[in-house]
């Protein structure tokens, strides 16, 4: 409840007046009392960690703590955490693609949460692992990539998304070499409506981004630039391949070109951002796990491979393929017309043209 709420509750209900001040202490009083201190929580870390590996074999829960000198009692620095079945998971089943984000913690020491977030076969978010920092620089990020790397391996066609921020591209850099960079187009677009402001380039923008084709992109590129040609030099200047569609790695199977997936894993924060770190790390193990084991109940009931989303998507294209004609090219070739535009796709090699498949 906010302190203005208190405030005339009390005075409402009880006909007692209470300064704000007063408030506020009693709130955080409360507070410790519900959900334990903030400064004590750090102090179980240690201990946590390592009932964690206990319990949970092949999970990584690492800690790093920072001492000024020998002297000093060694303080808390950050933490990366990931559960083994999350990894395995992981590795088994899902997309070779992962969105990074990191969010501000609301408690009295700040600090950052940092996340790695897949996408299961029903196009969910998968949370993979997170890490608690000080802040969002290169060596937090350094620390987070590592601890990740070293707990999935190398992964196959890896495709990371990003917000460009500059201290995860320099670890990204650093660590995983082989991985594939994909920017959020929406914080692209966001910086580029700063100085590009207005509802047409907006337009064009979305659709350069989400084309399939060469032939797209460029078409869209094309009215950018007619429109506003400083426009067109700040977008030609970001490499295509890290925010349009049709340069994306095929081999990946994922369209996305914004990281909402890591927008969604921060809004189940919501309060728990202001615990106490225990607290906090509580509710999302707790989360993780039974978030995984609904999930899996729920999949016993489909049947066959296919997820409902995808069963559904199949569908969505199957209806909107009757009002297209087919014509047989030779070997596993078709032309597919689609409102007089030719489409030549390969069944075998799972090609098409339009670049969307």
């Given amino acids: 409840m906010k302190i203005n ?15 704000q001040s007063r408030l506020y202490r009693a709130r955080r009083r409360t507070n410790e009392i519900l959900e334990g201190d903030h400064g004590k929580s750090y102090e179980k870390l240690t201990t946590y960690a390592e009932m964690v590996r206990r ?13 000024v000198t020998i002297n000093h009692q060694p303080t808390f620095k950050r933490l990366f955490f990931c559960l083994d079945a999350m990894k395995q998971g992981f590795l088994a089943r899902c997309r070779p693609f992962i969105g990074m984000d990191g969010c501000f913690l609301k408690g009295p020491f700040g600090g950052m949460l940092l996340t790695a977030i897949g996408l299961d076969g029903d196009l969910r978010i998968y949370p993979i692992a997170f890490a608690v920092v000080e802040s969002e620089t290169k060596d937090s990020w350094n620390f987070f990539i590592h601890c990740l790397h070293s707990v999935l391996g190398d992964v196959r066609d890896l495709t990371l998304m990003t917000d460009r921020q500059k201290g995860v591209l320099l670890a990204i850099e650093e660590i995983l070499l082989e991985a594939n960079n994909r920017y959020c187009a929406r914080h692209i677009y966001n910086n580029f409506r700063a100085n590009h402001p207005g509802s047409e380039l907006k337009t064009h923008f979305w659709r350069a981004s989400r084309a399939t084709s060469v032939h797209a992109f460029k078409y869209e590129m094309d009215h950018i630039k007619k429109h506003d040609s400083k426009a067109f030099e700040y977008l030609a200047k970001i490499d295509p391949s890290t925010w349009s569609a049709h340069a994306f790695n095929k081999s990946v199977k994922s369209d996305h070109v914004t990281n909402n997936i890591t927008e969604s894993f921060n809004g189940w924060l919501g309060i728990q951002r202001s615990k106490p770190i225990m607290t906090m790390i509580e509710f999302l193990r707790r989360k993780l796990m ?21 069963k559904r998507k199949l569908k969505e294209i199957g209806d909107k393929s009757r009002f297209c004609n087919v014509v047989f090219v030779g070997g596993p070739g078709y032309e597919v017309l689609d409102d007089n535009v030719g489409y030549v796709g390969n069944i075998e ?5 339009c670049g969307a498949w």
């Fill in 290 to 310: 039974t978030r995984m084991q609904k999930r899996y109940e729920k999949g016993l009931t489909w049947g066959g491979r296919a997820t409902l989303r995808v």
């Fill in 55 to 67: 319990t949970n074999p092949g999970s990584m829960v690492k800690i790093q703590l920072d001492r």
């Fill in 349 to 353: 090699k799972r090609e098409c043209i």
């Fill in 5 to 19: 709420g208190m405030q005339a509750e009390l005075k409402d209900i009880f006909r007692i007046e209470c300064s």
